[in-house]
């Protein structure tokens, strides 16, 4: 190791480049350029195929070495000949590089084995998935990282452009960006790293946590102005989601219209009978399922129109012409659907300002990973894909509720899964009709969603995501037309809370589980 290092920050002159990348797009362009600049270029396998049947001259980086790319093509560019060229430092190596008959490898262009999408294959096992492991990749890419005092490295073929206006400079390329790229391949690598361990590790919460993301897109703002923000995704990540949605039309998605959406989408997963899911500000405030998707929407859009206006409508059937003049009446930000009929698309043309999102086929919920940050870290939890069965659930009341309003627990259950604690919903015929949502006080919630019922309260049933500390609630709902009440239990006055149920007349069923979403 070398006692105070420095780092070369002049100009340097590109002479022999090594290119050998995964990923070939703009790979011909590149190589006809370098070589029209006089530029040597090393290359292996795949990328020298490409760029001599284009027309453009290499050197194998076999023929350099003088030794083979064996073992199907594990070993090919670990050598010290390889390695020398990119690590060494002009101004203190040059005799090592003479004695060994290294040359100067000035230029590395190199990514990698797309790792992300071998392991999403449906077929992928361990051992695919280790063949797909790049080992010489990551080691040219992170030494000439290194040594980015003399070298320049390329990871991404979206650069080639800006490469391309240095080298027109006397074939030199700036510090600036030298360190550029050298910042660009150290995430590279990382990202690949991550993305393998991840995979490897075996339990999502291992001692080491680890998390890589690609950008997605730029946001004009956060969640207010001040705030700076984008979207990032699951680097080879393929599945129907928000951020992988066909957008029809509309202004880019921001923060705030994401996280909407991926509310109301997640609710939609709850559902495999043709559902609607109205959200504003990360709540369900409408929520209806059925048989006729025109009558659904109109169901979920009338459970709360003052808080659907500006919202976001997601449907988790096919959106045609029918449901589309029907949601053309009122103000919203984004209709999502798994599809859109051309009658459909074409009356929401008309809305410019309006996003159409295509999701594709809706799946129901799988065990991931939410992650929060905390001052000085995150905290890590898995989704919570719970359902709660008919059998699971305990009548704890003399009264006992009907099969029907049993069939309309379930649904309510699903969807309070969705709603900011302190979470209240009262539902009735598979339809929300009061959502209290994120209250300190639970007897708050109950007081909003009553209020946010109006005459929709009349045989209904309410669902509590927690239990009742106090009998308070269950007093406060004894004339308004209550049913029954769904909720956890667990309270030490869970008897106080029984009794007052009893006394008015009104069914109490225990589901065992609670279901908080802070």
């Given at each position: 190791?070398?006692?105070?290092?420095?780092?070369?920050?002049?100009?340097?002159?590109?002479?022999?480049?090594?290119v050998s990348v995964f990923?070939?797009?703009?790979?011909?362009?590149?190589?006809?350029?370098?070589?029209?600049?006089?530029?040597?270029?090393?290359?292996?396998?795949?990328?020298?195929?490409?760029?001599?049947?284009?027309?453009?001259?290499?050197?194998?980086?076999?023929?350099?070495?003088?030794?083979?790319?064996?073992?199907?093509?594990?070993?090919?560019?670990?050598?010290?000949?390889?390695?020398?060229?990119?690590?060494?430092?002009?101004?203190?190596?040059?005799?090592?590089?003479?004695?060994?008959?290294?040359?100067?490898?000035?230029?590395?262009?190199?990514?990698?084995?797309?790792?992300?999408?071998?392991?999403?294959?449906?077929?992928?096992?361990?051992a695919m998935a280790l063949?797909?492991?790049?080992?010489?990749?990551?080691?040219?890419?992170?030494?000439?990282?290194?040594?980015?005092?003399w070298v320049t490295v390329?990871?991404?073929?979206?650069?080639?452009?800006?490469?391309?206006?240095?080298?027109?400079?006397?074939?030199?390329?700036?510090?600036?960006?030298?360190?550029?790229?050298?910042?660009?391949?150290?995430?590279?690598?990382?990202?690949?790293?991550?993305?393998?361990?991840?995979?490897?590790?075996?339990?999502?919460?291992?001692?080491?946590?680890?998390?890589?993301?690609?950008?997605?897109?730029?946001?004009?703002?956060?969640?207010?102005?001040?705030?700076?923000?984008?979207?990032?995704?699951?680097?080879?990540?393929?599945?129907?989601?928000?951020?992988?949605?066909?957008?029809?039309?509309?202004?880019?998605?921001?923060?705030?219209?994401?996280?909407?959406?991926?509310?109301?989408?997640?609710?939609?997963?709850?559902?495999?009978?043709?559902?609607?899911?109205?959200?504003?500000?990360?709540?369900?405030?409408?929520?209806?399922?059925?048989?006729?998707?025109?009558?659904?929407?109109?169901?979920?859009?009338?459970?709360?129109?003052?808080?659907?206006?500006?919202?976001?409508?997601?449907?988790?059937?096919?959106?045609?012409?029918?449901?589309?003049?029907?949601?053309?009446?009122?103000?919203?930000?984004?209709?999502?659907?798994?599809?859109?009929?051309?009658?459909?698309?074409?009356?929401?043309?008309?809305?410019?300002?309006?996003?159409?999102?295509?999701?594709?086929?809706?799946?129901?919920?799988?065990?991931?990973?939410?992650?929060?940050?905390?001052?000085?870290?995150?905290?890590?939890?898995?989704?919570?894909?719970?359902?709660?069965?008919?059998?699971?659930?305990?009548?704890?009341?003399?009264?006992?509720?009907?099969?029907?309003?049993?069939?309309?627990?379930?649904?309510?259950?699903?969807?309070?899964?969705?709603?900011?604690?302190?979470?209240?919903?009262?539902?009735?015929?598979?339809?929300?009709?009061?959502?209290?949502?994120?209250?300190?006080?639970?007897?708050?919630?109950?007081?909003?969603?009553?209020?946010?019922?109006?005459?929709?309260?009349?045989?209904?049933?309410?669902?509590?995501?927690?239990?009742?500390?106090?009998?308070?609630?269950?007093?406060?709902?004894?004339?308004?037309?209550?049913?029954?009440?769904?909720?956890?239990?667990?309270?030490?006055?869970?008897?106080?809370?029984?009794?007052?149920?009893?006394?008015?007349?009104?069914?109490?069923?225990?589901?065992?589980?609670?279901?908080?979403?802070?």
């Amino acid at each position: 190791m070398l006692e105070n290092p420095t780092i070369n920050k002049e100009n340097v002159k590109i002479k022999r480049a090594l290119v050998s990348v995964f990923d070939k797009t703009g790979l011909v362009e590149l190589g006809h350029s370098l070589e029209g600049l006089g530029i040597e270029i090393l290359s292996t396998g795949g990328s020298a195929k490409t760029l001599r049947d284009s027309g453009v001259s290499v050197t194998d980086v076999s023929d350099y070495t003088k030794f083979p790319e064996i073992m199907d093509g594990r070993v090919k560019t670990i050598n010290p000949l390889v390695e020398g060229g990119i690590l060494g430092l002009r101004d203190k190596h040059n005799k090592d590089a003479e004695d060994n008959n290294i040359k100067w490898i000035d230029l590395v262009v190199c990514n990698l084995y797309p790792f992300s999408e071998t392991i999403n294959k449906d077929d992928c096992d361990l051992a695919m998935a280790l063949e797909n492991v790049d080992i010489g990749g990551p080691t040219m890419i992170r030494s000439a990282a290194k040594n980015v005092g003399w070298v320049t490295v390329v990871v991404d073929p979206s650069d080639y452009p800006a490469l391309a206006k240095d080298l027109s400079n006397d074939n030199s390329i700036r510090y600036e960006t030298r360190e550029m790229f050298s910042a660009k391949a150290f995430g590279h690598t990382a990202q690949y790293d991550v993305i393998i361990h991840n995979y490897m590790k075996g339990t999502p919460l291992s001692d080491e946590f680890s998390l890589t993301y690609e950008k997605h897109s730029e946001m004009r703002y956060g969640e207010n102005p001040h705030q700076a923000a984008a979207a990032y995704k699951i680097s080879g990540d393929s599945s129907n989601s928000v951020l992988n949605a066909k957008i029809h039309q509309g202004k880019k998605l921001s923060y705030n219209n994401i996280m909407d959406a991926d509310a109301a989408f997640s609710c939609l997963k709850e559902f495999e009978e043709t559902a609607c899911v109205i959200v504003k500000h990360a709540n369900p405030c409408g929520v209806s399922k059925g048989e006729n998707m025109l009558e659904v929407y109109k169901q979920a859009f009338n459970a709360d129109s003052l808080s659907a206006f500006g919202g976001v409508i997601a449907m988790n059937k096919q959106c045609d012409e029918l449901v589309a003049k029907e949601i053309s009446k009122v103000f919203v930000e984004i209709v999502l659907a798994p599809s859109f009929t051309k009658e459909a698309l074409e009356i929401f043309s008309t809305k410019k300002n309006l996003r159409v999102l295509e999701v594709g086929n809706i799946k129901p919920r799988e065990k991931l990973l939410e992650v929060r940050n905390v001052v000085g870290g995150i905290i890590v939890q898995e989704t919570d894909t719970s359902v709660i069965q008919k059998q699971d659930l305990k009548t704890v009341t003399t009264a006992k509720p009907s099969d029907s309003e049993v069939e309309t627990m379930l649904f309510g259950w699903k969807v309070l899964k969705h709603i900011k604690s302190n979470g209240i919903l009262i539902v009735k015929d598979n339809t929300t009709v009061g959502v209290g949502a994120g209250q300190v006080s639970r007897v708050d919630s109950v007081d909003i969603a009553m209020k946010k019922s109006g005459k929709n309260i009349q045989g209904s049933i309410l669902c509590s995501d927690a239990f009742f500390p106090f009998r308070d609630s269950i007093d406060k709902i004894s004339n308004s037309g209550i049913k029954a009440v769904l909720q956890p239990g667990g309270s030490v006055r869970d008897d106080e809370v029984i009794e007052a149920c009893n006394e008015h007349g009104i069914a109490m069923v225990f589901t065992g589980q609670r279901c908080f979403k802070h």
